[in-house]
């Protein structure tokens, strides 16, 4: 079965954007970004809220600019051809290989898992991820964690009610100091 994962760029304090909307303090080095582009190649599909959506459509036309870096002109071109599915109630359409979701996040990862395919089910977006945690949904919490204090701002994990426990899989640290964290949920 295709394992669900949330992957996102975190401050210390845990959050994903600070109180103001900016997340520039996300922006990787070389060596994270060609971490996180062998990330993206396990994936098998993307779920995405409205607005992580719209911030990566960036990578819809990035490989249209021949003056961009080898690493980031790949990234683009895994990036395109991904699968995506879109949770939107304002959008009525998307552009690139992506699709509208037709049901709700449960109905939608339980047909992707039922389906056969390679690669991870990708959440994207604290929202999204959100509701997926609240529904027992996430199997991975994989976080890019950087050394700053944010504040405040939309949270990385999820608010739940109840306790979860989280096996750790894997651990690294880049020469720029931001340590990955890959937590597996303990069923």
């Not at 080095?29 to 993206?40: H, L």
């Not at 996040?105 to 992707?112: G, H, N, V, Y």
């Not at 979860?164 to 990955?180: K, M």
Request: charged share 25%; no cysteine.
């Amino acid at each position: 079965m295709r394992s669900v994962t949330y992957s996102m760029g975190v401050s210390l304090d845990g959050y994903i954007v600070g109180p103001d909307g900016d997340f520039n303090w996300t922006a990787p080095d070389e060596e994270v970004f060609r971490f996180a582009t062998d990330e993206v190649r396990k994936v098998g599909v993307h779920l995405l809220g409205r607005r992580l959506y719209e911030t990566m459509l960036y990578w819809e036309t990035a490989d249209q600019n021949p003056s961009l870096k080898f690493s980031t002109l790949e990234f683009a071109a895994i990036w395109k051809p991904l699968p995506k599915v879109v949770f939107s109630t304002t959008l009525s359409a998307v552009q690139g290989n992506a699709r509208l979701a037709s049901g709700g996040l449960a109905e939608e990862i339980e047909r992707l898992r039922a389906e056969p395919g390679e690669g991870d089910i990708a959440i994207g977006g604290a929202t999204l991820a959100a509701e997926a945690a609240a529904l027992g949904l996430i199997d991975e919490y994989r976080a890019r964690v950087y050394p700053v204090l944010v504040g405040g701002g939309i949270s990385f994990f999820p608010q739940r009610e109840h306790r979860v426990d989280l096996e750790l899989v894997e651990t690294r640290t880049f020469d720029s100091r931001v340590v990955y964290l890959r937590y597996r949920v303990a069923r």
